[in-house]
């Protein structure tokens, strides 16, 4: 009697979990974020960052540089025209004051179970097409596979996980995932493009082309000049327009992008009022290049906006395909020919910060000696990672700015001579091949010059050939999709929730992928393992203990030369705009949420008509 007691009691408590296992909870919600809550709960009226009673109107005018050739953004042939993603709206849209979280655009709920292996979108009756069709389980599904099979290298990437996408109602769609822990992936589908399979299905998707493409977003072409200009109209019936998380934004009647060869040409275009806003990322431009009429009477401002962004990491960038740079000792010896203290004292006006973490100006970057939790991490990969990345805090080399560099140079050779080089008739060259060491230096910008150019000179007293090459954007771009270059100047952007994007960053099987933002062609098991780690985090906590030993091992495999880094946007603008008094967090959002003030634009109409008397 006992025994069947304990059997039926069994069996009852197994009949009672098994419903639970196989039908785990699920939510649906008008949002979704990484981790914890969302900020703003169902039936919020605005982000706090946009202004609902901005008024509507007015154009503006932006720079582009160089040129443009194509208005298919998705694919990895051509130059995108410069603000072409307005064209198009996605499943979600983020926020900008939180670390990641998505709100419901297209769709109008988010369904997922508690381990998010599946992801549901309820889409809106309401949501359209630029030529009023509506938005189905279709485009969206159509949307998908055509940009896992055709787009850019890095839908492929993002999407690999996904195991299907189905239609699971009249206006539901539910993509599956592989197993595995991949919290990320369904707020990764949010961010899915839509696009219309009407529209494409007569066109050759992975093309380029220059005739305006149907989108559904709050914008359309109004009119191209090829590789010259191209301008964007608001679209009055736009289907989101009364969404709350468009309340107060897409403020402007007209977008306009004017190109200029350079961007030297493009500042002096703006000081003659040309075009109306710029952000500025040349600390020497920033310093002595906006002194102007305009300026002096007050009809430019001129602001540094503070803001929490990771700033990722920018750096000259190795590209460890090639022999020359596939010893770590060769890349730590030639940091020290890098002298940062003296180029921001001389060339930068002292305007930046050393950047010493992939993820600076965040919880995510390391710093010190790794704690208890980092500890724990990394001791798994001991013997398989430099002793130095849980015995030393990582510092660039510093100088004392006078531009004497010899004790770094003296360094440098001693790590020369360790990975098999030494000085031959005032050369570096390879002690069994005989070969110097020679490589170039790839830029599309030539305000890089002239922090290239002196660091070519250090290198020269080592013995180093290195020339500096600059081509035009087209062309640097194709090499850097066929990773042709032996180094760069490159960001490796970063947010505050990484995930799914570092396989593409740094993954093993994404080194040889054309169009892959892998540059360095970083090939380590031991990345790829941390990498799923902090793309498995359970948790905000576990992410920043996990993002923290990735970029311990990143920094100590010396695959950038790190510069420098900035904690605000330095904008110029023509005294016009007003923007909300609530400033994002993490972005800077001009042309999402600033707007055309009328009493500041009728006074500087006056203004400049009375100084043109």
Known sequence: MPRRVALLALLLAAALAAPATANPRVAVSHALAMHGDVKYKAGFKSFDYANPRAPKGGEVRLPGVQTFDSLNPFILKGIPAAGVGLLFDSLTVSSDDEPFTRYGLVAETIETPEDRSW???????????????????????????????????????????????????????????????????????????????????????????????????????????????????????????????????????????????????????????????????????????????????????????????????QGFVFNTRRPVFQDRRVREALAYAFDYEWSNRSLFYGAYTRTRSYFSNSE?????????????????????????????????????????????????????????????????????????????????NPQFERI?????????????????????????????????????????????????????????DKANLTGSQNLAGVRDKVVDELVNLVISAPDRRSLVFRTRALDRVLLWGFYVIPHWHIRSFRVAYWDRFSRPQIPPKYA????????????????????????AR
């Not at 990320?184 to 998707?205: A, N, Q, V």
């Not at 510093?398 to 050369?427: H, P, Y």
């Open 364 to 444: 995510l970057a390391s710093s010190g000696l790794p704690g208890r939790e980092e500890r724990e991490i990394l001791n798994g990969y001991k013997g398989r990672i430099p002793e130095e990345v849980l015995t030393r805090e990582f510092r660039p080399p510093a100088t004392d700015g006078t531009g004497n560099i010899r004790d770094n140079l003296k360094k440098a050779l001693v790590l020369l001579g360790q990975a098999g080089w030494r000085i031959q008739n005032e050369r570096l060259v390879n002690s069994r091949t005989g070969q110097p060491m020679e490589f170039q230096i790839l830029l599309d």
């Open 119 to 313: 992801v549901a979108f309820s889409l809106r009756k309401e949501a359209r097409f630029h030529d009023g069709s509506p938005i189905t389980p279709d485009d969206v599904i159509f949307s998908f596979e055509i940009l896992k099979a055709k787009g850019h290298p890095r839908y492929r990437s993002y999407f690999g996980s996904v195991v299907r996408a189905e239609k699971v109602g009249e206006r539901k769609v539910r993509f599956v995932f592989e197993a595995g822990q991949n919290r990320e992936l369904p707020l990764i589908i949010g961010e899915l493009p839509i696009l219309s399979k009407d529209y494409w299905s007569g066109r050759t998707f992975d093309n380029t082309t220059l005739e305006a493409p149907l989108g559904s977003g709050p914008y359309r072409v109004e009119s191209v000049d090829p590789g010259r200009s191209i301008t964007y109209v608001r679209v009055k019936d736009y289907w989101g327009a009364r969404l709350a998380v468009n309340a107060g934004r897409f403020n402007f009647d007209r977008i306009r992008y004017d190109y200029y060869r350079d961007p030297t040409v493009a500042l002096e275009a703006f000081k003659a009022g040309n075009y109306d806003f710029r952000l500025e990322n040349s600390s020497k431009d920033w310093a002595t290049g906006y002194d102007c009429p305009a300026l002096r009477q007050g009809l430019i401002k001129r602001e540094e906006i503070p803001n929490q962004m990771p700033t990722g990491m």
């Open 452 to 508: 290239s150019l002196p660091f070519v000179r250090n290198l020269e007293r080592l013995g180093i050939k290195a020339t500096v090459r600059t081509v035009d954007a087209a062309q640097y771009q194709n090499r850097l999709d066929r990773f042709d270059f032996d180094m760069i100047v490159a960001v490796f952007g970063e947010s505050l929730s990484p995930g799914n994007e570092q396989r593409d960053f740094w993954g093993s």
């Open 588 to 611: 800077l959002d001009f042309e999402d949420t600033w707007w055309i003030d009328p009493a500041k634009d009728a006074a500087l109409g006056r203004r400049k008509a009375a100084g």
